[in-house]
């Protein structure tokens, strides 16, 4: 696990966030950063469409609009 020094010199566990444009391959870097570093991977998209009753993120984005998909995204 990646530790970093935290205020008064203790070791604490870290988050890494992958923020990018659609299509770019975070899903798949953070699966295999979250391997290497031996963390749990969490992937927003899916969470979402779990949300969702399994709904694909294209089906939301089709019958809510951006704002619908964001508003479930927060």
Known sequence: MARVPA???AATPRHVVLA?????GKS???ALAAARL???FADV??????AAG???????FAAEGE??????EA
């Open 38 to 40: 031996g963390r749990p």
């Open 7 to 9: 205020a008064g010199g």
């Open 28 to 30: 798949r870097a953070g």
């Open 54 to 60: 399994g709904r694909s993120v294209a089906e939301i």
């Open 67 to 72: 704002a619908g998909f964001r508003a479930r």
């Open 20 to 24: 990018g444009m659609p299509g770019t």
């Open 45 to 50: 998209d899916r969470a979402v469409e779990a």
